[in-house]
Protein backbone atom coordinates (compact mmCIF):
# COMPACT_ATOMS: atom_id res chain seq x y z
CA UNK A 1 0.00 0.00 0.00
CA UNK A 2 2.66 2.43 1.05
CA UNK A 3 4.14 1.63 -2.36
CA UNK A 4 1.54 2.09 -4.77
CA UNK A 5 0.79 5.39 -2.63
CA UNK A 6 3.90 7.14 -2.61
CA UNK A 7 4.18 6.23 -6.62
CA UNK A 8 1.25 7.74 -7.22
CA UNK A 9 1.24 10.70 -5.35
CA UNK A 10 4.86 10.93 -7.47
CA UNK A 11 3.55 10.39 -10.75
CA UNK A 12 0.56 13.26 -10.01
CA UNK A 13 2.84 15.94 -8.88
CA UNK A 14 4.55 15.70 -12.12
CA UNK A 15 1.12 17.14 -13.95
CA UNK A 16 1.38 19.65 -16.38
CA UNK A 17 5.04 19.55 -17.32
CA UNK A 18 5.89 21.20 -20.54
CA UNK A 19 9.56 21.41 -20.82
CA UNK A 20 13.17 20.36 -19.74
CA UNK A 21 13.09 23.15 -17.20
CA UNK A 22 9.84 21.71 -15.53
CA UNK A 23 11.26 18.21 -15.02
CA UNK A 24 14.57 19.00 -14.35
CA UNK A 25 14.08 21.83 -12.24
CA UNK A 26 11.24 22.74 -11.20
CA UNK A 27 10.80 25.76 -12.87
CA UNK A 28 13.07 26.94 -9.85
CA UNK A 29 10.94 27.96 -8.02
CA UNK A 30 10.92 25.01 -4.91
CA UNK A 31 11.10 26.15 -1.45
CA UNK A 32 14.31 25.72 0.49
CA UNK A 33 12.82 23.77 3.16
CA UNK A 34 11.76 20.77 0.92
CA UNK A 35 15.24 21.11 -0.80
CA UNK A 36 16.89 20.70 2.23
CA UNK A 37 15.68 17.92 3.51
CA UNK A 38 16.06 16.26 -0.35
CA UNK A 39 19.43 16.43 -0.15
CA UNK A 40 19.86 14.75 3.10
CA UNK A 41 17.52 12.52 2.44
CA UNK A 42 19.78 12.00 -1.25
CA UNK A 43 23.07 11.71 -0.08
CA UNK A 44 22.65 10.03 2.97
CA UNK A 45 19.19 7.79 2.76
CA UNK A 46 19.59 3.91 2.52
CA UNK A 47 23.66 3.83 3.53
CA UNK A 48 22.14 5.83 6.71
CA UNK A 49 19.88 3.54 7.40
CA UNK A 50 22.09 0.51 6.89
CA UNK A 51 25.22 0.64 6.82
CA UNK A 52 26.09 3.31 9.50
CA UNK A 53 24.76 1.31 12.72
CA UNK A 54 27.03 -1.27 11.20
CA UNK A 55 30.24 1.49 11.68
CA UNK A 56 29.21 1.81 15.11
CA UNK A 57 29.13 -1.58 15.59
CA UNK A 58 32.43 -2.62 14.59
CA UNK A 59 33.98 0.48 15.93
CA UNK A 60 32.72 3.70 18.05
CA UNK A 61 31.25 7.07 17.53
CA UNK A 62 34.23 8.48 15.23
CA UNK A 63 32.40 8.34 12.28
CA UNK A 64 30.67 12.00 13.49
CA UNK A 65 33.69 13.46 13.38
CA UNK A 66 33.10 13.76 9.22
CA UNK A 67 30.59 15.52 9.94
CA UNK A 68 31.88 18.41 11.29
CA UNK A 69 33.85 18.73 7.97
CA UNK A 70 30.66 18.44 5.96
CA UNK A 71 29.33 21.44 7.77
CA UNK A 72 32.08 23.40 7.21
CA UNK A 73 32.48 22.55 3.45
CA UNK A 74 29.22 23.32 2.89
CA UNK A 75 29.91 27.04 4.11
CA UNK A 76 32.63 26.99 1.68
CA UNK A 77 30.07 26.40 -0.99
CA UNK A 78 27.46 28.30 -0.03
CA UNK A 79 30.29 31.37 0.22
CA UNK A 80 32.02 30.82 -3.31
CA UNK A 81 30.41 28.20 -5.58
CA UNK A 82 26.82 29.02 -5.07
CA UNK A 83 27.00 32.56 -6.54
CA UNK A 84 28.72 31.31 -9.08
CA UNK A 85 26.21 29.05 -10.34
CA UNK A 86 23.53 31.54 -10.12
CA UNK A 87 25.20 34.51 -12.22
CA UNK A 88 23.80 33.13 -14.95
CA UNK A 89 20.92 30.93 -16.05
CA UNK A 90 22.85 27.19 -15.98
CA UNK A 91 20.74 24.30 -16.36
CA UNK A 92 23.98 21.44 -14.85
CA UNK A 93 26.91 22.21 -12.24
CA UNK A 94 28.89 21.45 -15.04
CA UNK A 95 27.22 24.33 -17.67
CA UNK A 96 29.96 26.68 -15.36
CA UNK A 97 32.88 24.69 -16.54
CA UNK A 98 31.61 25.68 -20.34
CA UNK A 99 31.18 29.14 -19.72
CA UNK A 100 34.85 29.45 -18.53
CA UNK A 101 36.33 26.82 -20.56
CA UNK A 102 34.13 25.30 -23.17
CA UNK A 103 32.19 21.89 -24.36
CA UNK A 104 34.96 19.85 -23.80
CA UNK A 105 35.54 20.53 -20.48
CA UNK A 106 31.91 20.03 -19.60
CA UNK A 107 31.63 16.68 -21.62
CA UNK A 108 34.61 15.75 -19.70
CA UNK A 109 33.29 16.32 -16.15
CA UNK A 110 29.66 15.38 -16.94
CA UNK A 111 30.76 11.96 -18.24
CA UNK A 112 33.42 11.82 -14.96
CA UNK A 113 30.11 12.58 -13.18
CA UNK A 114 27.67 9.99 -14.62
CA UNK A 115 30.56 7.20 -14.18
CA UNK A 116 30.69 7.91 -10.83
CA UNK A 117 27.13 8.40 -10.09
CA UNK A 118 26.19 5.11 -11.77
CA UNK A 119 29.02 3.06 -9.74
CA UNK A 120 28.36 5.01 -6.32
CA UNK A 121 24.50 4.43 -6.42
CA UNK A 122 24.49 0.99 -8.27
CA UNK A 123 26.18 0.15 -4.69
CA UNK A 124 23.42 1.92 -2.37
CA UNK A 125 20.79 0.21 -4.52
CA UNK A 126 22.18 -3.15 -3.78
CA UNK A 127 22.43 -2.19 0.08
CA UNK A 128 18.67 -0.95 -0.05
CA UNK A 129 17.54 -4.57 -1.00
CA UNK A 130 19.29 -6.16 1.60
CA UNK A 131 16.05 -6.29 3.69
CA UNK A 132 13.68 -6.82 1.04
CA UNK A 133 15.50 -9.69 0.27
CA UNK A 134 15.05 -10.66 4.01
CA UNK A 135 11.37 -10.24 4.47
CA UNK A 136 10.12 -11.34 1.13
CA UNK A 137 12.60 -14.49 0.58
CA UNK A 138 13.42 -13.15 -3.04
CA UNK A 139 16.92 -13.43 -4.74
CA UNK A 140 18.79 -10.59 -4.69
CA UNK A 141 18.68 -9.72 -8.14
CA UNK A 142 14.91 -9.79 -8.06
CA UNK A 143 14.76 -7.59 -5.05
CA UNK A 144 16.83 -4.97 -6.15
CA UNK A 145 14.53 -4.88 -9.76
CA UNK A 146 11.51 -4.64 -7.70
CA UNK A 147 13.12 -0.94 -5.52
CA UNK A 148 14.26 -0.01 -9.65
CA UNK A 149 11.02 -0.63 -11.00
CA UNK A 150 8.71 1.23 -8.69
CA UNK A 151 10.94 3.93 -8.11
CA UNK A 152 11.68 4.88 -11.93
CA UNK A 153 7.53 5.18 -12.08
CA UNK A 154 7.17 8.13 -10.31
CA UNK A 155 10.66 9.42 -11.50
CA UNK A 156 9.76 9.19 -15.17
CA UNK A 157 6.49 10.62 -14.54
CA UNK A 158 7.08 13.32 -11.75
CA UNK A 159 10.58 14.53 -12.77
CA UNK A 160 12.82 16.53 -10.12
CA UNK A 161 9.56 18.25 -8.04
CA UNK A 162 8.26 14.36 -7.55
CA UNK A 163 12.03 13.73 -6.50
CA UNK A 164 12.36 16.37 -3.80
CA UNK A 165 8.55 16.22 -1.99
CA UNK A 166 8.62 12.46 -1.76
CA UNK A 167 12.07 12.21 -0.60
CA UNK A 168 11.37 14.91 2.19
CA UNK A 169 8.39 12.98 3.07
CA UNK A 170 10.30 9.61 2.86
CA UNK A 171 12.84 10.77 4.59
CA UNK A 172 10.51 11.60 8.13
CA UNK A 173 9.22 7.85 7.72
CA UNK A 174 12.93 6.49 7.97
CA UNK A 175 13.76 8.76 10.67
CA UNK A 176 10.80 7.46 12.19
CA UNK A 177 11.81 4.26 11.76
CA UNK A 178 14.92 4.39 13.35
CA UNK A 179 13.39 6.18 16.61
CA UNK A 180 11.23 2.89 17.06
CA UNK A 181 14.52 0.87 16.47
CA UNK A 182 15.41 3.14 19.36
CA UNK A 183 12.19 2.35 21.51
CA UNK A 184 12.54 -1.45 20.55
CA UNK A 185 16.04 -1.83 21.85
CA UNK A 186 15.05 -0.27 25.01
CA UNK A 187 12.75 -3.19 25.69
CA UNK A 188 14.46 -6.17 23.94
CA UNK A 189 17.84 -5.36 26.23
CA UNK A 190 17.93 -6.23 30.09
CA UNK A 191 18.87 -2.59 31.06
CA UNK A 192 17.71 -0.48 28.46
CA UNK A 193 19.66 2.37 26.78
CA UNK A 194 21.33 3.20 30.87
CA UNK A 195 22.57 -0.32 30.05
CA UNK A 196 23.64 -0.40 26.50
CA UNK A 197 25.51 3.43 27.05
CA UNK A 198 27.28 1.55 30.52
CA UNK A 199 28.58 -1.46 28.17
CA UNK A 200 29.40 0.57 25.43
CA UNK A 201 31.86 3.15 27.66
CA UNK A 202 33.00 0.95 29.64
CA UNK A 203 34.47 -0.68 25.71
CA UNK A 204 35.59 2.86 24.41
CA UNK A 205 32.75 2.92 21.54
CA UNK A 206 31.73 6.23 22.90
CA UNK A 207 34.73 7.58 21.81
CA UNK A 208 33.82 10.53 18.97
CA UNK A 209 37.29 12.50 18.87
CA UNK A 210 40.51 10.70 17.17
CA UNK A 211 43.58 12.58 17.44
CA UNK A 212 45.81 10.58 16.09
CA UNK A 213 48.02 11.72 13.00
CA UNK A 214 47.93 8.21 11.10
CA UNK A 215 46.71 8.56 7.80
CA UNK A 216 45.61 4.75 7.20
CA UNK A 217 42.55 5.89 9.80
CA UNK A 218 39.26 6.70 8.13
CA UNK A 219 38.18 8.22 11.22
CA UNK A 220 40.54 11.09 12.99
CA UNK A 221 39.96 14.53 13.18
CA UNK A 222 42.36 16.14 10.69
CA UNK A 223 40.32 13.34 8.36
CA UNK A 224 37.18 14.32 9.49
CA UNK A 225 37.63 18.12 9.91
CA UNK A 226 39.91 18.64 6.47
CA UNK A 227 39.17 15.62 4.71
CA UNK A 228 35.46 16.30 5.03
CA UNK A 229 35.33 19.88 4.51
CA UNK A 230 37.17 18.53 0.58
CA UNK A 231 35.00 15.64 0.42
CA UNK A 232 31.90 17.97 0.58
CA UNK A 233 32.98 20.89 -1.31
CA UNK A 234 33.49 18.13 -4.64
CA UNK A 235 29.98 16.37 -3.62
CA UNK A 236 28.12 19.69 -2.91
CA UNK A 237 29.62 21.83 -5.27
CA UNK A 238 30.13 19.60 -8.73
CA UNK A 239 28.61 16.66 -8.35
CA UNK A 240 24.70 17.18 -10.42
CA UNK A 241 23.48 14.77 -8.15
CA UNK A 242 23.69 17.60 -5.37
CA UNK A 243 23.94 20.90 -7.08
CA UNK A 244 20.73 20.11 -9.39
CA UNK A 245 18.37 20.67 -6.14
CA UNK A 246 20.05 23.61 -5.05
CA UNK A 247 19.49 25.04 -8.53
CA UNK A 248 16.08 24.93 -8.00
CA UNK A 249 15.72 26.84 -5.37
CA UNK A 250 14.28 30.26 -5.97
CA UNK A 251 17.73 32.27 -5.61
CA UNK A 252 20.97 32.10 -4.53
CA UNK A 253 19.65 33.15 -0.52
CA UNK A 254 17.06 29.98 -0.51
CA UNK A 255 20.03 28.30 -2.01
CA UNK A 256 21.98 28.73 0.70
CA UNK A 257 19.67 28.08 3.48
CA UNK A 258 18.91 24.53 1.87
CA UNK A 259 22.86 23.51 1.57
CA UNK A 260 24.25 24.85 5.06
CA UNK A 261 20.81 24.27 6.71
CA UNK A 262 21.08 19.89 6.02
CA UNK A 263 24.76 20.05 7.18
CA UNK A 264 22.88 20.74 10.42
CA UNK A 265 20.48 18.16 10.03
CA UNK A 266 23.13 15.47 8.88
CA UNK A 267 25.06 15.88 11.87
CA UNK A 268 21.69 14.92 13.77
CA UNK A 269 21.32 12.19 11.47
CA UNK A 270 24.18 10.57 11.54
CA UNK A 271 24.22 10.11 15.26
CA UNK A 272 20.80 8.58 15.70
CA UNK A 273 21.69 5.75 13.14
CA UNK A 274 25.04 5.40 15.12
CA UNK A 275 23.50 5.15 18.15
CA UNK A 276 21.35 2.81 16.70
CA UNK A 277 24.67 0.68 16.14
CA UNK A 278 25.53 0.99 19.81
CA UNK A 279 22.23 -0.82 20.73
CA UNK A 280 22.69 -3.45 18.56
CA UNK A 281 25.94 -4.17 19.56
CA UNK A 282 24.42 -4.96 22.98
CA UNK A 283 21.90 -6.74 21.79
CA UNK A 284 23.42 -9.50 19.53
CA UNK A 285 26.51 -9.25 22.10
CA UNK A 286 28.95 -8.11 19.48
CA UNK A 287 28.93 -11.49 17.57
CA UNK A 288 30.56 -11.58 13.65
CA UNK A 289 27.87 -11.19 11.02
CA UNK A 290 28.70 -12.02 6.97
CA UNK A 291 28.14 -8.43 6.49
CA UNK A 292 28.09 -5.51 8.72
CA UNK A 293 25.47 -4.34 6.37
CA UNK A 294 22.92 -7.50 7.34
CA UNK A 295 23.06 -6.68 11.14
CA UNK A 296 20.37 -3.93 11.41
CA UNK A 297 18.30 -5.45 8.54
CA UNK A 298 18.27 -8.55 10.32
CA UNK A 299 17.20 -7.25 13.53
CA UNK A 300 14.41 -5.48 11.88
CA UNK A 301 12.87 -8.58 9.96
CA UNK A 302 13.65 -11.35 13.16
CA UNK A 303 13.07 -9.73 16.18
CA UNK A 304 10.65 -6.90 16.30
CA UNK A 305 6.93 -7.50 16.23
CA UNK A 306 5.48 -8.06 12.74
CA UNK A 307 3.80 -4.33 13.13
CA UNK A 308 6.98 -2.74 14.44
CA UNK A 309 9.15 -4.43 11.69
CA UNK A 310 6.90 -3.39 9.00
CA UNK A 311 7.13 0.37 9.37
CA UNK A 312 10.77 -0.02 9.66
CA UNK A 313 11.03 -2.09 6.54
CA UNK A 314 8.95 0.97 4.96
CA UNK A 315 11.36 3.30 6.00
CA UNK A 316 13.86 1.36 4.45
CA UNK A 317 12.46 1.70 1.15
CA UNK A 318 11.35 4.93 1.44
CA UNK A 319 15.29 5.67 1.79
CA UNK A 320 15.99 3.51 -1.26
CA UNK A 321 13.59 5.36 -2.89
CA UNK A 322 14.87 8.76 -2.20
CA UNK A 323 18.17 7.67 -3.17
CA UNK A 324 17.65 5.76 -6.60
CA UNK A 325 15.06 8.48 -7.57
CA UNK A 326 17.43 11.44 -7.15
CA UNK A 327 20.05 9.44 -9.08
CA UNK A 328 18.02 8.67 -12.10
CA UNK A 329 16.92 12.02 -12.52
CA UNK A 330 20.38 13.71 -11.95
CA UNK A 331 21.57 11.33 -14.63
CA UNK A 332 19.03 12.32 -16.95
CA UNK A 333 19.54 15.56 -16.61
CA UNK A 334 23.23 15.66 -17.14
CA UNK A 335 22.73 13.58 -20.17
CA UNK A 336 19.94 15.87 -21.67
CA UNK A 337 21.28 19.18 -21.15
CA UNK A 338 25.87 18.24 -21.20
CA UNK A 339 25.20 15.90 -24.56
CA UNK A 340 22.32 15.56 -26.09
CA UNK A 341 20.85 19.43 -26.77
CA UNK A 342 23.81 19.79 -28.22
CA UNK A 343 24.71 17.25 -30.15
CA UNK A 344 20.34 17.68 -31.68
CA UNK A 345 20.63 21.45 -31.94
CA UNK A 346 17.97 21.74 -29.00
CA UNK A 347 19.53 23.94 -26.54
CA UNK A 348 16.49 26.24 -26.72
CA UNK A 349 13.70 23.71 -27.68
CA UNK A 350 12.42 22.59 -23.91
CA UNK A 351 9.77 19.90 -25.10
CA UNK A 352 12.34 18.11 -27.11
CA UNK A 353 14.79 18.50 -24.07
CA UNK A 354 11.82 17.06 -21.89
CA UNK A 355 10.90 13.65 -24.55
CA UNK A 356 14.73 13.32 -24.49
CA UNK A 357 14.71 13.61 -20.60
CA UNK A 358 12.40 10.84 -20.38
CA UNK A 359 14.28 8.14 -22.21
CA UNK A 360 17.52 9.12 -20.29
CA UNK A 361 15.37 8.41 -17.37
CA UNK A 362 14.57 4.61 -18.52
CA UNK A 363 17.95 4.23 -20.04
CA UNK A 364 19.95 4.78 -16.47
CA UNK A 365 17.33 3.24 -14.50
CA UNK A 366 18.07 0.33 -16.22
CA UNK A 367 21.69 1.09 -15.52
CA UNK A 368 21.45 1.01 -12.01
CA UNK A 369 19.60 -1.93 -11.31
CA UNK A 370 22.39 -3.93 -13.93
CA UNK A 371 25.15 -2.06 -11.69
CA UNK A 372 23.32 -3.08 -8.44
CA UNK A 373 23.09 -6.63 -9.23
CA UNK A 374 26.64 -6.57 -10.20
CA UNK A 375 27.64 -5.78 -7.13
CA UNK A 376 26.57 -8.87 -4.98
CA UNK A 377 29.63 -10.75 -6.32
CA UNK A 378 31.50 -7.41 -4.58
CA UNK A 379 30.26 -6.97 -1.57
CA UNK A 380 32.56 -8.94 1.02
CA UNK A 381 34.60 -7.23 3.59
CA UNK A 382 32.92 -3.22 3.99
CA UNK A 383 30.23 -1.68 4.27
CA UNK A 384 28.44 -0.48 1.36
CA UNK A 385 28.38 3.30 3.02
CA UNK A 386 32.73 3.08 2.86
CA UNK A 387 32.29 1.71 -0.58
CA UNK A 388 30.29 4.64 -2.15
CA UNK A 389 32.25 6.96 -0.17
CA UNK A 390 35.58 5.80 -1.15
CA UNK A 391 34.23 5.53 -5.24
CA UNK A 392 32.95 9.09 -5.29
CA UNK A 393 36.34 10.17 -3.79
CA UNK A 394 38.92 8.91 -6.26
CA UNK A 395 37.04 11.25 -8.66
CA UNK A 396 35.70 14.07 -6.31
CA UNK A 397 39.36 15.57 -6.09
CA UNK A 398 39.89 15.70 -9.87
CA UNK A 399 36.12 17.49 -10.61
CA UNK A 400 36.37 20.37 -7.25
CA UNK A 401 40.27 21.07 -8.39
CA UNK A 402 38.77 22.05 -11.91
CA UNK A 403 35.89 23.81 -10.33
CA UNK A 404 38.56 25.81 -8.81
CA UNK A 405 40.72 26.58 -11.45
CA UNK A 406 37.18 27.63 -13.63
CA UNK A 407 36.66 30.00 -10.89
CA UNK A 408 39.79 31.36 -9.24
CA UNK A 409 42.79 30.78 -12.27
CA UNK A 410 42.88 32.84 -15.24
CA UNK A 411 46.21 31.02 -16.38
CA UNK A 412 44.11 27.63 -16.83
CA UNK A 413 42.65 26.84 -20.00
CA UNK A 414 40.27 23.94 -21.20
CA UNK A 415 43.76 21.47 -22.19
CA UNK A 416 45.15 22.02 -18.94
CA UNK A 417 42.04 21.82 -17.00
CA UNK A 418 40.83 18.56 -18.40
CA UNK A 419 44.33 16.99 -18.12
CA UNK A 420 44.48 18.52 -14.53
CA UNK A 421 41.15 16.26 -14.30
CA UNK A 422 42.60 13.06 -15.54
CA UNK A 423 45.78 13.69 -13.56
CA UNK A 424 44.09 14.03 -10.31
CA UNK A 425 41.78 10.98 -10.78
CA UNK A 426 44.67 8.56 -11.93
CA UNK A 427 46.53 9.32 -8.70
CA UNK A 428 44.11 9.39 -6.42
CA UNK A 429 43.17 5.87 -8.03
CA UNK A 430 46.12 4.57 -7.90
CA UNK A 431 46.27 5.11 -4.51
CA UNK A 432 43.68 3.52 -4.12
CA UNK A 433 44.52 0.36 -5.93
CA UNK A 434 48.25 -0.11 -4.38
CA UNK A 435 47.99 2.23 -1.34
CA UNK A 436 44.95 2.17 0.17
CA UNK A 437 45.90 0.59 3.67
CA UNK A 438 48.26 3.36 4.30
CA UNK A 439 45.99 6.35 3.34
CA UNK A 440 42.36 6.48 4.00
CA UNK A 441 39.74 7.41 1.87
CA UNK A 442 38.74 10.53 2.71
CA UNK A 443 42.27 11.62 2.24
CA UNK A 444 41.35 10.83 -1.32
CA UNK A 445 39.28 14.01 -2.47
CA UNK A 446 42.22 16.89 -0.80
CA UNK A 447 44.82 14.51 -2.63
CA UNK A 448 43.03 14.70 -6.00
CA UNK A 449 41.74 18.60 -5.57
CA UNK A 450 45.64 19.70 -4.96
CA UNK A 451 47.23 17.46 -8.11
CA UNK A 452 44.64 18.59 -10.14
CA UNK A 453 44.96 22.52 -9.65
CA UNK A 454 49.16 22.15 -9.74
CA UNK A 455 48.74 20.24 -13.27
CA UNK A 456 46.13 22.87 -14.64
CA UNK A 457 47.76 25.78 -13.15
CA UNK A 458 51.40 24.53 -14.64
CA UNK A 459 50.24 23.47 -18.17
CA UNK A 460 48.25 26.28 -18.17
CA UNK A 461 48.79 28.62 -21.40
CA UNK A 462 46.51 31.26 -20.06
CA UNK A 463 43.18 32.30 -21.89
CA UNK A 464 40.85 35.56 -21.59
CA UNK A 465 37.66 35.38 -19.70
CA UNK A 466 34.46 35.57 -22.14
CA UNK A 467 31.59 37.13 -21.85
CA UNK A 468 30.24 34.32 -19.91
CA UNK A 469 32.88 34.04 -18.05
CA UNK A 470 32.81 33.19 -13.77
CA UNK A 471 36.10 34.99 -12.99
CA UNK A 472 35.99 37.53 -10.41
CA UNK A 473 36.16 41.02 -12.25
CA UNK A 474 38.98 41.86 -10.67
CA UNK A 475 40.38 39.19 -12.78
CA UNK A 476 39.23 40.20 -15.91
CA UNK A 477 40.48 43.43 -15.72
CA UNK A 478 43.86 41.39 -17.19
CA UNK A 479 45.12 38.54 -19.43
CA UNK A 480 48.39 37.76 -17.99
CA UNK A 481 48.61 34.87 -16.69
CA UNK A 482 48.46 34.46 -13.09
CA UNK A 483 46.91 31.63 -10.18
Given at each position: MYLVGVTAWGAWLGRGQTGGQDYFLGNRELPWIAVML?????????????SIPGVSYLGTLGFLQLTFGYLAGRVVVSMFLLPAYYRGELSTA?????????????????AVF??????????????S??????????????????????????????????????????????????????AALQMLTPDGWTGILSSAGEAGKLDVLDWSLDFSLAYTVWAGVLGGAVFTMASHGTDQLLVQRLLTCRDVEASKKALVGSGIVVMGQFLLFLVVGLGLWVYYEGRAFDTTDEIFARFIVEELRPGISGLIVA???AAAMSSLSSSINSLASASAY????????????????????????????TLLVGGAILFIQLSEGNTAVEVALAIASVVYGGLLGTFILAIRSQRADQRSAIV????????????????????????????????????????????????????????????????
Open positions: SIVATETSTLTFLYALLEERFGQGARRFASMVTRLLADSVRLFAAIPLALVTGWDYPVSIAVIGAVTLVYTYFGGIKAVVWVDAVQMGLYLLGAVVAIGVFDFWAPWAGAEDDEARTLRAGKVFTLVWAGMIAGISVVAAIWWFARASVAWPWFVPIGTAVTMAVGWALGRGSTAGPGSTLPESDRAHTSPSP
